[in-house]
DNA sequence: TGTACATCAGTGAACGCGCGTTCACTGATGTAC
DNA sequence: TGTACATCAGTGAACGCGCGTTCACTGATGTAC
């Protein structure tokens, strides 16, 4: 394939050169989202973006840098998706639905960058051993979760007894629905809601 | 790294040349094993098998082919360990708790096996759209997931009166459960039995 | 039983490719005087 | 206001690497006569 580039960068004016780390992650994501995880090569973002690879070393450590960055940058996308849903409703159950179903609909929508957030290569998150859910990725998304347990609970609607345990629970449903009909697609599932609604009632105790 | 071939391969026989492909196919399966789905590359996979990599071209079309069958090949071990958790026990519920036990201990064992298993790059399963839950790869996993719950709906101690949708989210389930602790290894997770009896329990509507 | 030959199971060198990374450089932009 | 200069935002050529794939080949093994 040949591509021709026919708009020239004009370059960044002097002090505006952390422009260009925008373009780069922008680039990034719009990679991944487009080719899937493992076309994330320093050359292809460069080419996206319009610039030479070196370039990219001013603004990021390596490729792994990177990749850091469209990571932290999906999970705030999908943190933004869950915010949006949530707004719609004052329902607490209402509420907990339409964040399960913004997150099944974040990861039809964007499977590849669904895919470059929970697929790790050696770990996703890092090394470290002592993070908590406070400063790991997902959490503001696992925050939604457990809020909207939380609000059931309070409202008397979900039958919990351990919020945070059930949220887990909960989390781990909508991310096998996520990731188990991306896997096997040719499966015969029923349509969506049915079975999200299946997960959400009985591992969230509604009543 | 510097790796020497100590033991010099001895030719199979004429007309026994088809035990390469099993050679093959084994390193293949170690190879992804010991360091994960991008290591598989038919030079390493030579490297690994003690031959030269056009050799592997007798026994397979190419890296997709050998992949292939590393898939398959993953997807018997898994159920030969659902086989063999089935076969220990007699009660309904305690075959389909250990059915469920041994998926997530295969997850846990054989992490990079699982991630080749359910991680596609376009599409695992093939491109054609006519499959169905018996052609599938994972289908005898289903089944298994399937028998256990229509034996409890039988015995009277499952209230599910759909058993293939409820075997669907139970799979979806114990799938989260393995691919979401394996992506987000960093999450105060509670200890595995009881966040899977929880799903269990609900999802397959134990009574 | 002996020998020429066909076949089979692989080898080894070579290719072009895209990759990450390095390095010296260029040329526009702002600044000091 | 004019000019010399430092700085900044990138460029472009080059490197070594591992990869998939090709091709002509080798040498042991079985077979026909």
Known sequence: MLVIVSTSRTRNRRGEGSRLRAEILNAATQLVMDNGPEALTLRAIA????????????????????????????????????QRAVEGHTDPVARLRAVCYAYVAFGREHPNEYAVLFTHEGQLVGESADLTVD???????????????????????????????????LWVAVHGFVALRMAVPNFPWPPDAGLLDTLIDRVALLT
């Open 47 to 82: 080419r996206r973006a319009g610039i030479t690879a070196p370039s990219i070393y001013t603004h990021f450590a390596g490729l792994d840098a990177v990749r850091e960055a469209v990571v932290a940058n999906g999970f705030q996308m999908l943190a933004n998706y869950l």
């Open 135 to 169: 400063t790991m990725h997902g959490a503001e998304a696992f925050g939604f979760l457990l809020d909207g347990i939380d609000q059931c609970v309070a409202s008397g609607v979900s039958r919990s007894t351990s919020p945070a345990h059930d949220a887990t629970a």
